[in-house]
């Protein structure tokens, strides 16, 4: 089969999906924005566009038809100037770029990446109070991202979501036709090592067995609760004083909304609790190579994990394949792999003295969570191994689901 995958920051979800299936025989090609800096090693078009800035409750919508439009164009040459007409288009909706794509290719098999539906009750909006204001302007804006994401879902012939929480938070109508698949987790990759060791930047060396408290974020923001995390941390430091933490993530935003103020949240925070902290033993190594993400993890007696009620970080279930003792959050998303006593503890989001508590046990006595640990690999290796159960399964779901 001839097969396109659609993402704007390529390969994304589709980085392991998508050798496999060259490894089956399919032609594959990808189709991403211009300016996606990360290498591609397989055969893909950019198409060009240029983001617009519309007003109103219509915004979300004009600026992801804009550029809808814009990949649109580009399949429209890719099939008129270098012949290619897939079998299958298999897109991540979140930006628009396979609304029109039908108009292109009308025979082709359409499937979509279900990832999240935004709404106002029980997801990410409004759990925050801190950082959220409930007014009708915010809540037409939110409601306005649907539009899209319900138009691609509706002229999708399946779609993909890769837990069953997200599933969950798209329409009931709908989720008939949304098969739940993880990406995958390379458990090979992601294993416990007792022999493991962490450089730093700094030349701070830690290994395997040594008091480490760890924390990951694709950047530190409220969405990952790093602002729970960061209060915890005084006294967390001040119990344990062999403790260091390293706390990996960059400046920017991933979720949510920068500060007005224009102070990262990562200083932001440390401008609140930064007096209470001894910096020679709290590490901010900014972004991870991979290799060093793994050592990390490795080398870490206790991992924090909190998130909003909104996706699941591919970090925590790594967490949980290299054996790590895991303190999540208590929400929906974190609760389906953290079984509170099974797979790890789970600590609600806001409690600030619960969490010191929890990551003091941890680091001070860690042979009483070796259950936890060994759980937690077990989970990932029986229901998300990349090679056994994930992969296997997204191969089916593009070669086979709305046939």
């Excluded at 450089?199 to 760890?214: H, M, R, S």
Aim: charged share 20%.
């Amino acid at each position: 089969m001839r097969i396109l995958l659609v993402h704007q920051n390529y390969p994304g979800q589709f980085l392991r999906i998508a050798p496999a299936l060259e490894q089956r025989g399919h032609e594959v090609m990808a189709l991403t924005r211009s300016d996606n800096t990360r290498q591609i090693s397989m055969r893909h078009m950019r198409y060009q566009h240029e983001d617009i800035n519309p007003t109103g409750p219509g915004a979300s919508y004009m600026k992801h038809a804009a550029r809808g439009g814009s990949a649109a164009r580009a399949a429209q040459a890719l099939r008129d100037k270098h012949g290619f007409s897939p079998d299958v288009i298999f897109g991540h909706p979140g930006w628009g770029e396979t609304l029109f794509l039908r108009e292109v290719w009308p025979s082709a098999r359409l499937l979509t990446y279900a990832e999240f539906y935004y709404g106002t009750e029980g997801r990410d909006w409004g759990f925050d109070p801190e950082f959220s204001q409930d007014t009708l302007g915010s809540r037409v804006g939110l409601i306005s991202r649907q539009a899209h994401l319900l138009q691609a879902l509706q002229q999708s012939d399946a779609a993909l979501s890769p837990t069953k929480w997200q599933a969950s938070t798209f329409p009931p109508e709908y989720r008939d036709r949304i098969h739940v698949v993880h990406d995958g987790i390379d458990t090979d990759l992601a294993r416990p090592k007792f022999a493991a060791r962490l450089t730093l930047k700094t030349g701070q060396v830690f290994n395997a067995g040594d008091e480490v408290l760890t924390y990951v974020g694709r950047n530190l923001e409220p969405y990952r609760g790093y602002h729970t995390f960061m209060r915890a941390l005084p006294e967390v430091l001040a119990r344990r004083p062999n403790a260091h933490a390293v706390i990996v993530g960059g400046d920017g935003v991933s979720y949510g909304s920068a500060r007005t103020d224009g102070v990262s949240w990562k200083q932001h925070m440390l401008n609140e609790v930064g007096g209470g902290l001894d910096m020679n033993r709290v590490h901010f190594t900014g972004k991870l190579s991979y290799p060093d993400f793994i050592s990390l993890l490795q080398i870490s007696r206790v991992h924090a994990y909190l998130s909003y009620p909104f996706v699941l970080s591919w970090s925590l279930m790594e967490a949980m394949s290299a054996g790590c003792h895991i303190v999540g959050s208590d929400t929906p998303p974190v609760a389906e792999v953290i079984h509170d006593g099974q797979t790890g503890q789970l600590v609600d989001f806001f409690d600030v003295p619960a969490w010191s508590e929890a990551l003091v046990n941890g680091l001070a006595n860690p042979r009483d969570f070796d259950h936890l640990r060994t759980g937690a690999r077990a989970l990932i290796k029986e229901n998300y191994d990349l090679r056994t159960v994930c992969l296997p399964k997204l191969i089916e779901f593009v070669e086979t689901a709305g046939a």
